[in-house]
């Protein structure tokens, strides 16, 4: 399975600042997504990180709140902007890797005050 | 629209015991179906999977699971519940020609007693 670290790990924040979550492969691969994981929930996804163009959003997630970056196939940025306390959550990014499997890094617990 | 229900919150079975855990799926094609777990202030770590060939599935820890396209079920098993099974599980869809991302059902805690 391809090995995911993400950076920060947690991290408590003000309202009104941004966050960026780095996320990094170990492999190179197509494809790669972004989930949040609100307290007691299950995941959403937020977006797919598209290599070389813009993020693909789904519905209810946008650019200005969640801008994507992907400049390579082993690596790309999440930022959470503009925070509010609905914000805090767990967000995740995952890959897929070897005959359609996803793998998910650790996670960034994000508190926001 | 694909979506996945696990109608179980929670779980409890005692060590040793055989264990279940539910799940149906609906996607609109064939479905890939996926059991994740999640221990406490950890990431997400793959289970199990089907994509096609034998429905039942062997996987990661001495858990199985069966596909039922009757049913649209794909139900989590193992024969011997251990103290340390207890965690989330998440079962999660795909659909084989839609989009690649999953879709995740709203998760199960078991706890095994011992």
């Known amino acids: 399975s391809a090995v995911i670290s993400q950076k920060p790990s947690r991290d408590i924040c003000q309202r009104g600042t941004s966050l960026t979550i780095q996320c990094q492969v170990d492999s190179q691969v197509t494809m790669m997504f972004w989930y949040r994981q609100q307290p007691g929930q299950s995941l959403t996804l937020i977006a797919t990180?598209?290599?070389?163009?813009?993020?693909?959003?789904e519905s209810g997630f946008v650019i200005d709140k969640f801008p994507i970056s992907r400049p390579n196939l082993t690596f790309s940025t999440l930022t959470v902007s503009n925070m509010s306390p609905e914000d805090s959550s767990i967000y995740l990014c995952?890959?897929?890797?070897?005959?359609?499997?996803?793998?998910f890094g650790p996670g960034t617990r994000l508190l926001v005050l | 629209a694909q979506s996945v229900a696990q109608p179980e919150d929670q779980v409890n079975v005692a060590e040793g015991n055989p264990l279940t855990v539910k799940c149906t799926y609906s996607v609109s094609g064939n479905p890939y179906l996926f059991w994740y777990v999640q221990y406490p202030n950890r990431g997400l770590q793959f289970l199990l999977k089907?994509?096609?060939?034998?429905?039942l599935v062997k996987g990661s820890y001495g858990f199985e699971a069966e596909f039922n396209k009757s049913q649209t079920s794909f139900h989590l098993k193992k024969p011997s519940a251990l103290v340390s099974d207890s965690a989330l599980y998440f079962c999660a869809v795909r659909d084989l020609t839609g989009r690649r991302a999953l879709t995740f059902g709203s998760g199960t805690r078991l706890q095994v007693q011992p």
């Open positions: 995952s890959v897929e890797h070897l005959q359609e499997t996803q793998y």
């Open positions: 990180a598209n290599q070389g163009s813009e993020a693909t959003y």
């Open positions: 089907y994509i096609t060939g034998d429905n």
